[in-house]
C-alpha cells in the first residue's frame, strides 16, 4: 500500500480558477511536503508543513494538513497556464533524520488560458 | 548555481544488458538520494547518500542494483542485468543540510527503457 495518495489524479480548469489538490497518507508523518514536475523535467518543492502545523501559506498556494485525517490539501489560487504541471506530495514518515520522503502517485493540472 | 543534472536523459537497451546513470549533485550538497518512477505508480526512494557512504538503501530492489558516489561527489546507479520490470524515470536528488526539512533539488531524470 502507498503511503501518499492525491486525489484527483487528473484536473482540469480555466485560468483564474483556484485549484485543489488533496492528500492522504497512512503513518504517522514528521512534515509532508508539496512539489511540481512540469512534463520532463525535475520536481521542484514547493512548500513544508510540520506536523504540529495546520495551515502555511507561500505566494498563491495554501497547504493545509490534518493529522487527526492524515490528510493535507494543496490550493492555488488565480491559477495560471504556468501552472500546469504535476504536483506530488511527500511525507517523511522516517524515524532518522533523513529526509527520506514517500511520494504519492500525483495529480496533473491543466490549466487552459 | 547549477542544478543536478543527471546523464544520460534517456536510454534503451535490452533486457540482460548493463546500464549505468550518473548523478551530479549540486556542488556543496552532501546529501544525495536516487529515487525512481515505474510507469503508472509513485515515485520510489531507492537509497541516500551522505557524501560517499550509504546512509539508506532499503530501497533497492534486489542486488541487479549497484550506487556508488566515490569520493563523495557525483554518483552511480548501475544495473546490471537489466530487466523489463526495470524500465521507468530514475531521479537524482541532494540536499544541503542532514535533516528532515531539508528541500530535495531534483535532476530532470534518465528516462530508462528496457526492450
Known amino acids: 500500500s502507498q503511503q501518499g495518495e492525491e486525489d484527483p489524479q487528473a484536473l482540469s480548469i480555466q485560468e483564474g480558477e483556484n485549484a485543489t489538490m488533496n492528500c492522504s497518507y497512512k503513518?504517522?508523518?514528521?512534515?509532508l511536503q508539496w512539489y511540481r514536475q512540469n512534463s520532463g523535467r525535475g520536481l521542484v518543492h514547493l512548500i513544508l508543513?510540520?506536523?504540529?502545523?495546520r495551515e502555511k501559506h507561500s505566494g498563491r498556494l495554501r497547504v493545509t494538513l490534518d493529522t487527526s485525517k492524515k490528510s493535507s490539501s494543496l490550493l492555488i489560487t488565480a491559477s495560471r497556464a504556468a501552472d500546469t504541471a504535476s504536483y506530488f506530495c511527500?511525507?517523511?514518515?522516517?524515524?532518522?533524520?533523513?529526509?527520506?520522503?514517500?511520494f504519492g502517485q500525483g495529480t496533473t493540472l491543466q490549466v487552459k488560458p | 548555481e547549477a542544478g543536478v543534472t543527471q546523464f544520460p536523459s534517456h536510454s534503451v537497451i535490452e533486457k540482460g544488458q548493463t546500464v549505468t546513470l550518473r548523478c551530479d549533485p549540486i556542488?556543496?550538497?552532501?546529501?544525495l538520494y536516487w529515487y525512481r518512477r515505474v510507469m503508472g505508480k509513485e515515485i520510489k526512494f531507492l537509497l541516500h547518500?551522505?557524501?560517499?557512504?550509504?546512509?539508506?538503501e532499503s530501497g533497492m530492489p534486489n542486488n541487479r542494483f549497484l550506487a556508488e558516489r566515490t569520493g563523495g561527489t557525483y554518483s552511480t546507479l548501475k544495473v546490471q542485468p537489466a530487466e523489463l520490470e526495470d524500465s521507468g524515470v530514475y531521479f537524482c536528488?541532494?540536499?544541503?543540510?542532514?535533516?528532515?526539512?531539508?528541500?530535495?533539488?531534483f535532476g530532470n531524470g534518465t528516462r530508462l527503457t528496457v526492450t
Open positions: 536528488a541532494s540536499s544541503q543540510d542532514y535533516g528532515r526539512e531539508s528541500p530535495l533539488h
Open positions: 503513518t504517522s508523518i514528521n512534515n
Open positions: 508543513i510540520r506536523s504540529n502545523e
Open positions: 511527500a511525507t517523511d514518515a522516517s524515524s532518522g533524520n533523513t529526509g527520506k520522503l514517500i
Open positions: 556542488s556543496g550538497h552532501d546529501n
Open positions: 547518500f551522505v557524501k560517499e557512504s550509504k546512509q539508506d
